[in-house]
T-cell receptor
Framework: KNEVEQSPQNLTAQEGEFITINCSYS?????LHWLQQHPGGGIVSLFM???GKKKHGRLIATINIQEKHSSLHITASHPRDSAVYIC???????????FGTGTRLTIIP | ETGVTQTPRHLVMGMTNKKSLKCEQH?????MYWYKQSAKKPLELMFV???????ENNSVPSRFSPECPNSSHLFLHLHTLQPEDSALYLC?????????????FGQGTRLTVV
């Protein structure tokens, strides 16, 4: 069992739908990252959060430290949002970054 | 374009070959990282360099040898690789060396070992 689990593994939705990707972790963390990997491999860092909620454009990330759970939401989804979304748990104490296996999102026009 | 450039984008090499992957960033970042992504496996952190000094080596086999001559360049030297080393190798950089904050990733090098 991975220390960082994501669900679903694959998600296909129609353009405009509200998307939720979940991440649960069993390790102690200082912060949690959400990353976006586009076809071809390029990865960009979307959020790093340690509590509460962050919003950037149509993307919202939330984290519940007590429940060891984070969610990434995409509002008004668009085909260009199609990518693999990866969450990664960071422990500042041992500088360990543990990655989930990713969620492949496909938005159909 | 993230400001982190990796070359080559694709590489096919035999098990007896020696090759190097290159990563370059001109973002003024102090930390650089090598990651490996194999199919259907989580992204794995291989090496971390802070201010040109290697601070982390996550049990990576010695057939992978990193080099960081300055804060803008990072290399991954490859020799006598195995077919299971075929993967996407990603380089990243960040301003803050300790926390992986706002990491910027390159496009990656798709490596195939034959």
């Amino acid at each position: 069992k991975n220390e960082v689990e994501q669900s679903p593994q694959n998600l296909t939705a129609q353009e405009g739908e509200f998307i939720t990707i979940n991440c649960s972790y069993s390790v102690g963390i200082s912060a949690l990252h959400w990353l976006q990997q586009h076809p071809g491999g390029g990865i960009v860092s979307l959020f790093m959060l340690s509590s509460g909620k962050k919003k950037h454009g149509r993307l919202i990330a939330t984290i519940n430290i007590q429940e060891k759970h984070s969610s990434l939401h995409i509002t008004a989804s668009h085909p260009r949002d199609s990518a693999v979304y990866i969450c990664a748990a960071y422990n500042f104490g041992n500088e360990k970054l543990t990655f989930g296996t990713g969620t492949r999102l496909t938005i159909i026009p | 374009e993230t400001g982190v450039t990796q070359t080559p984008r694709h590489l096919v090499m035999g098990m007896t070959n020696k090759k190097s992957l290159k990563c370059e960033q001109h973002l003024g970042h102090n930390a650089m990282y090598w990651y490996k992504q194999s199919a259907k496996k989580p992204l794995e952190l291989m090496f971390v360099y802070n201010f040109k000094e290697q601070t982390e080596n996550n049990s990576v086999p010695s057939r992978f040898s990193p080099e960081c001559p300055n804060s803008s360049h990072l290399f991954l030297h490859l020799h006598t690789l195995q077919p299971e080393d075929s993967a996407l190798y990603l380089c990243a950089s960040s301003q803050d060396p300790g926390t992986h904050t706002e990491a910027f990733f390159g496009q990656g090098t798709r490596l195939t070992v034959v």
